[in-house]
């Protein structure tokens, strides 16, 4: 086993990979939204879909990486290989629109999948009604755009050219679509070769044990701040404009969060079911708000991973506003 300042090496490694896997997909897209606005998050989770360590470029996609990863293990595991890159928009599974497309890059040492490498970026255009592909008069899904199930973009290193020409078809920017998503296999490529370094470096044990701590870290530091907190219940309500929502009367919300020396629960129960519009919070979206919040309130600054949202705890009932269903 590793001395401790070898595990602090190894930690500071993977954080500084997910941060330069940022900066490489800043660099190179092609869209402005995603080089100028950074509407993109990266990120690594450990082989059973732990986040481990993350770089958001806008809050709302602090926390739903890990949805992604685990989405990838369920219906891949079995058949991941190395070189595949797995893509998926479905909102329902990982949040949060169709525009928001995560690409999924499995890292293997030695035939063993230690991790799985993240970038989920704002496509321009991924078809649908509108241009753009936002669209507040859309009452259905479809209307949105193109949804990628989870599928294999990249099987052993080899580009699924069929799925790549469906996505080009169905998008009013193709280039600027194929442009991006170049760039985030490309950026993710970058944290492989790095993470390989390390392995090389330290032993693969020694790498799969800073994962660990990196979680166990940021859990330890999360409860330390979560003391810090207020505690009690505390609840609130509002109403999103019947506008928007194409119903007759106002969409009710509610959450109630309730605070102790170990856990941050917040509940929806009570909100509204779900509307025909796009103004519904897929699940990990609806978590995703949560963590952020919970960001705010414990450190800003602090490095959000698996282990920092391990005392959260998130409710909604199924069919409602937070937590709608295809």
């Not at 300042?5 to 995603?34: C, Y």
């Not at 928009?89 to 499995?106: C, Q």
């Not at 799969?208 to 979680?215: G, H, S, V, W």
């Not at 602090?302 to 409710?315: C, E, H, S, T, W």
Request: with cysteine; charged share 25%.
């Amino acid at each position: 086993m590793a001395e401790f300042f070898t595990l602090e090496i190894i930690k500071n490694g993977l954080v500084v990979a997910n941060e330069e896997m940022f900066q490489a997909f800043a660099r190179t897209a092609k869209s402005p939204v995603i080089y100028e606005v950074l509407d993109f998050a990266v990120g690594m989770t450990d082989s059973a879909g732990n986040l481990v360590a993350q770089a958001p470029g806008v809050p709302a996609f602090s926390g739903v990486l890990d949805f992604a990863a685990q989405e990838v293990i369920e219906k891949w595991k079995k058949d991941l290989k190395p070189g595949d890159v797995i893509i998926s928009n479905v909102p329902y599974n990982s949040g949060t629109h169709l525009n928001d497309v995560t690409l999924a890059l499995p890292h293997f040492e030695k035939d063993e999948l230690i991790a799985i490498i993240l970038n989920k970026g704002h496509w321009s255009e991924i078809g649908g009604m509108a241009f753009g592909s936002w669209n507040p008069n859309a009452t259905e899904i479809y209307q949105e755009g193109l949804m990628l199930p989870c599928v294999k973009l990249y099987s052993e290193g080899k580009r699924n050219g069929d799925i790549i020409e469906i996505i080009l078809e169905n998008s009013r920017l193709p280039q600027y679509t194929l442009g991006d998503m170049e760039a985030q296999v490309a950026s993710m490529k970058v944290v492989s070769k790095r993470v390989h370094k390390l392995v090389e470096k330290y032993g693969i044990d020694n790498v799969k044990l800073a994962m660990e701590k990196l979680i166990e870290d940021g859990e330890k530091y999360s409860r330390l701040k979560l003391k810090s907190l207020p505690k009690g219940i505390f609840e609130a309500e509002d109403y999103i404009d019947a506008a928007i929502a194409n119903t007759e009367k106002p969409v009710y919300v509610k959450a109630s969060v309730k605070i102790t020396d170990d856990e941050f629960i917040v509940d929806f129960t009570g909100s509204d079911k779900q509307v025909m519009s796009p103004i519904n919070s897929p699940f990990p979206a609806t978590v995703s708000g949560v963590r952020e919040t919970y960001m705010a309130i414990t450190d800003p600054h602090a490095y959000p991973n698996g282990g920092f949202f391990k005392p959260l705890k998130v409710k909604a009932e199924m069919g409602t506003i937070f937590y709608p269903v295809k």
